[in-house]
Structure formats: structure tokens, C-alpha cells
């Protein structure tokens, strides 16, 4: 399937999902977007799927929203009306992100600006090249921030740096997203890819069905009690317990050797 300005790859059992917008550093547009969704549709009903990689092309990841555009059609007045501004495309993608029964990891390759950002973080995991940088630009142009970014950057720097970043609007450098937690590791640009594709391709090895669980019960445990995870964690363990993936994996245990898993 063709895309516009994306590319959608799998192989071994990872979806590449790469924003390809060199030019404009992948800032969005509609169509853009609509390939996204599409594109992580794919991704998530391919039972020759179990992780999903994103990145951007280029020297960027995602610098967010089109900006010369916003400009254009503001001047234009074709962005009058707020249909025209909010696009339910933008919701839907965070949403399908977070609702992926997959693992997704970004591998953030460069800029990561406003709305770019915030797709990186309602990614499960990021990796960035050690020359990336992050930054919630909104209000640098008088907007609010979108995407998630007031759900996912509190929960993860907490809701002071979050303010900060968020009303400041400063980039940060890569380093600096290393130790408030944003980014799980720093690579250099020609090692990112490799890095992230090892990571995946190790999730991917594993069993599907006690993965895809484990995300449900984390993403789950955020707004529960523990009692709540505890319940949960005895549901998913005894669910696993019955699949074949698991008499595989206590058997390669006993045989010492690597178990193959089939996600059944």
C-alpha cells in the first residue's frame, strides 16, 4: 500500500513506520496523518506484526503541526472555523498508540517539536540519537498543547517539570531528556536504528499474548488501586498460564535452550 509522505515496512516481525516529510523535518498534514492511522491499523491487525518502530526520515522526527501552513490559511481565512483546526484524525492516532495491544517503540532520530514530541511519548518506549531534542512548542505560538502532551509529559517528568516545559516552551537537549526519563537511552545517529531494531526484535522473540497482557495491566495499573493490579495481574497470569506459549516456555526452560514462542 502507498502512503503519502510515510513508509510502512515489516520485516521479521516488526511494522517501520517512518514519517517522510524530510523537507518540512515530517511536520503533519492531513494527509499525512491519514497515512498514519492507517498505517498503525495495519500495523496492529497483522498477526505478522508484534512490535511497531517509529521514526522520522531525515534529519528530524517530527517537528509537529505544519506551521507555514497554520500561516497560510490563517491569512487566507480558511482556518476559521474550529472543525478546520481540530482534526479527530489527531485523537485517534494517540488513542490507537495507547491502545495498541503492541509494543511501539520511537526511535527519535532528531527534532522532536510539539506535536512531535508528544507522539514520541505516548510511544511505550523512546530511544533518541544523542543529537535529538525535545521540546512542547505550543506555546511559542500562543497554542495549547495537543496530542497528550498535558496527559503523558506529567506522568512521566512529574507535574512540576511538566509545567515548566510546558509553559517555558524551551527545547531540550537530548541528554537533558535522558535524565528526566523521556528517552530510555541515547545511541549516536548511525547506531539508533540498530539499537532500536535489537530492542524490537527481542520483544518480538518473546510471547505475544504474556506481552500484550503485561502492556494492558501497566497501562491499567496508572489509574487503579493495587488491590485492582493484583486482580488483574491473577486474571492475565492464569489466561497465560493455559496457552501453548507457555508450556513452551517452561519446557525450553527445563531443556536449557531458547524457547520459540507462536502466540498461541
Same mark, same amino acid.
Given at each position: 500500500?502507498?502512503?503519502?509522505?510515510?513508509?510502512?515496512?515489516?520485516?521479521?516481525?516488526?511494522?517501520?513506520?517512518?514519517?517522510?516529510?524530510?523537507?518540512?523535518?515530517?511536520?503533519?498534514?492531513?494527509?499525512?496523518?491519514?497515512?498514519?492511522?492507517? /498505517?498503525? +491499523?495495519?500495523?496492529? $491487525?497483522?498477526?505478522?506484526?508484534?512490535? #511497531?518502530? @517509529?521514526?522520522?526520515?531525515?534529519?528530524? &522526527?517530527?517537528?509537529?503541526?505544519?506551521?507555514?501552513?497554520?500561516?497560510?490559511?490563517?491569512?487566507?481565512?480558511?482556518?476559521?472555523?474550529?472543525?478546520?483546526?481540530?482534526?479527530?484524525?489527531?485523537?485517534?492516532?494517540?488513542?490507537?498508540?495507547?491502545?495498541?495491544?503492541?509494543?511501539?517503540?520511537?526511535?527519535?532520530?532528531?527534532? /522532536?517539536? +510539539?506535536?512531535?514530541? $508528544?507522539?514520541?511519548?505516548?510511544?511505550? #518506549?523512546? @530511544?533518541?540519537?544523542?543529537?535529538?531534542? &525535545?521540546?512542547?512548542?505550543?506555546?511559542?505560538?500562543?497554542?495549547?498543547?495537543?496530542?497528550?502532551?498535558?496527559?503523558?509529559?506529567?506522568?512521566?517528568?512529574?507535574?512540576?517539570?511538566?509545567?515548566?516545559?510546558?509553559?517555558?516552551?524551551?527545547?531540550?537537549?537530548?541528554?537533558?531528556?535522558?535524565?528526566?526519563?523521556?528517552?530510555?537511552?541515547?545511541?549516536?545517529?548511525?547506531?539508533?536504528m540498530a539499537t532500536t531494531l535489537k530492542m524490537a526484535n527481542s520483544f518480538a522473540a518473546g510471547p505475544p499474548i504474556a506481552i500484550r497482557m503485561a502492556k494492558r495491566a501497566l497501562y491499567r495499573s496508572m489509574d487503579s488501586t493495587l488491590r485492582e493490579a493484583l486482580e488483574f495481574e491473577t486474571y492475565a497470569q492464569t489466561t497465560?498460564?493455559?496457552?501453548?506459549?507457555?508450556?513452551?516456555?517452561?519446557?525450553?526452560?527445563?531443556?536449557?535452550?531458547?524457547?520459540?514462542?507462536?502466540?498461541?
Open positions: 500500500m502507498d502512503f503519502e509522505h510515510l513508509i510502512y515496512n515489516v520485516d521479521n516481525l516488526v511494522a517501520t513506520i517512518t514519517l517522510n516529510r524530510t523537507e518540512t523535518l515530517n511536520a503533519l498534514t492531513p494527509a499525512m496523518r491519514k497515512s498514519f492511522e492507517t /498505517a498503525l +491499523g495495519l500495523a496492529e $491487525n497483522d498477526d505478522s506484526v508484534r512490535v #511497531i518502530v @517509529i521514526t522520522g526520515a531525515g534529519k528530524g &522526527f517530527c517537528s509537529g503541526g505544519d506551521v507555514k501552513a497554520m500561516n497560510e490559511a490563517k491569512k487566507s481565512g480558511k482556518s476559521s472555523a474550529l472543525e478546520d483546526r481540530i482534526d479527530p484524525i489527531r485523537d485517534r492516532i494517540v488513542l490507537a498508540l495507547q491502545d495498541s495491544t503492541k509494543p511501539i517503540i520511537a526511535a527519535v532520530n532528531g527534532a /522532536a517539536a +510539539g506535536a512531535g514530541m $508528544n507522539i514520541a511519548l505516548a510511544c511505550d #518506549i523512546r @530511544i533518541a540519537s544523542d543529537t535529538a531534542k &525535545f521540546g512542547e512548542t505550543f506555546a511559542k505560538r500562543g497554542l495549547h498543547p495537543d496530542w497528550g502532551g498535558t496527559y503523558f509529559l506529567p506522568r512521566i517528568v512529574g507535574m512540576a517539570k511538566a509545567c515548566e516545559l510546558i509553559w517555558s516552551g524551551r527545547m531540550i537537549p537530548a541528554n537533558e531528556a535522558l535524565q528526566l526519563g523521556i528517552v530510555s537511552q541515547l545511541e549516536t545517529p548511525d547506531a539508533l497465560c498460564s493455559d496457552t501453548q506459549d507457555a508450556k513452551e516456555g517452561i519446557a525450553a526452560f527445563v531443556e536449557k535452550r531458547e524457547p520459540v514462542f507462536t502466540g498461541n
